[in-house]
């Protein structure tokens, strides 16, 4: 999971939304097991956990996979180019897949999906 200067921007970008984040965070999902996330971000009852990860089949899915076990809102920020197909899947379920190259993009694409 990529961490540093995406995250960074992902952060503000959630406090700026009034979410409450926290770095690096676990959330233990409906099996009990712990799953691990960039962000977790607060605001009331919504709960939204972001992972960053570089554009690979397996770092994706293995992120999207998470769904299955936690109840959350659930934001996959590709570093790069994600297959458009798992992009289109993913507007239509809770786990959101994004893709950036930049801050500034990712800053952008996480206030489409938050919206």
């Given at each position: 999971m990529l961490s540093g200067a995406p995250a960074a921007s992902a952060k503000r970008i959630l406090e700026g939304l009034g979410f409450s984040v926290e770095e690096r965070a676990r959330v233990r999902g409906l099996s009990g097991f712990e799953h691990s996330f960039a962000l977790v971000a607060r605001r009331g009852e919504r709960v939204?956990?972001?992972?960053?990860?570089?554009?690979?089949?397996?770092?994706?899915?293995?992120?999207?996979?998470?769904?299955?076990?936690?109840?959350h809102e659930i934001v996959v920020a590709v570093e790069g180019e994600p297959p458009p197909k798992a992009i289109e899947l993913s507007r239509k379920r809770r786990v959101k897949i994004v893709a950036f190259k930049s801050g500034e993009e990712l800053a952008e694409e996480l206030k489409k999906a938050l919206a």
């Open positions: 939204v956990c972001v992972s960053i990860v570089h554009s690979s089949p397996a770092s994706i899915l293995a992120e999207v996979a998470k769904g299955f076990d936690v109840p």
